[in-house]
């Protein structure tokens, strides 16, 4: 009888561990998806300079950048409540959005380089959310620093928009890949 127990919580441990794993496989297919999305959407839509002229000619930049940002928002605070579908759709909102507002690095950079950026991104996300899904150290309580610092991040690249300082652009980059790292890492172990 008691071998029987032994064996009933072993495979129901087997399937819990498996059923995680399907949810993180599916997760790092859906940030694929998501950055695949972002990058065709910013190629296409450089490859149209009228339209890339008139986003970024106007104000209609300033009104991506708040729609990405509120779409963001909408999405971390509303997703244990979407359906999964509702959830998608706007993931997807979100990828394209990303790609509107970074379009313009298209015009400034080889395409090469972007497709080694997006590759680096793609590994370097894919390193942190292992390591968030196998360490012992509990990231769950590291949330509320990470959107702050989060915030912050937000705020100093706004006010860099007006003074234009490659240095403190630098230093904005440098600290923005260590909260996303974290931030993956963390989202992974929650």
């Given at each position: ?62 009104v991506?950048?708040?729609l ?25 909102l ?97």
């Open positions: 009888m008691m071998e029987i127990s032994v064996i009933s919580v072993s495979m129901y441990r087997g399937e819990k561990m498996l059923k995680q794993n399907n949810i993180i496989a599916k997760s790092f297919g859906w940030m694929f998806i998501g950055l695949l999305l972002t990058f065709a959407t910013g190629y296409y839509l450089s490859c149209n300079e009228y339209t890339l002229y008139k986003i970024f000619s106007g104000g209609l930049w300033i991506l950048i708040l990405e940002l509120g779409t963001v928002i909408f999405l971390s605070s509303r997703i244990n409540k979407m359906s999964p579908n509702t959830a998608k759709i706007v993931f997807m979100y990828s394209v959005l990303t790609g509107l507002t970074f379009s313009s690095i298209f015009i400034l950079y080889e395409l090469q380089s972007i497709i080694y950026v997006f590759i680096a991104t793609g590994l370097v996300f894919g390193i942190f959310a292992l390591l968030g899904y196998y360490t012992k150290i509990d990231l769950t309580k590291f949330g509320t620093y990470l959107m702050m610092m989060l915030f912050g991040i937000i705020i100093c690249s706004i006010i860099n928009i007006f003074i234009g300082s490659t240095m403190f652009d630098t230093i904005i980059s440098c600290i923005s890949i260590i909260v996303f790292v974290a931030y993956t890492a963390y989202d992974v172990k929650k």
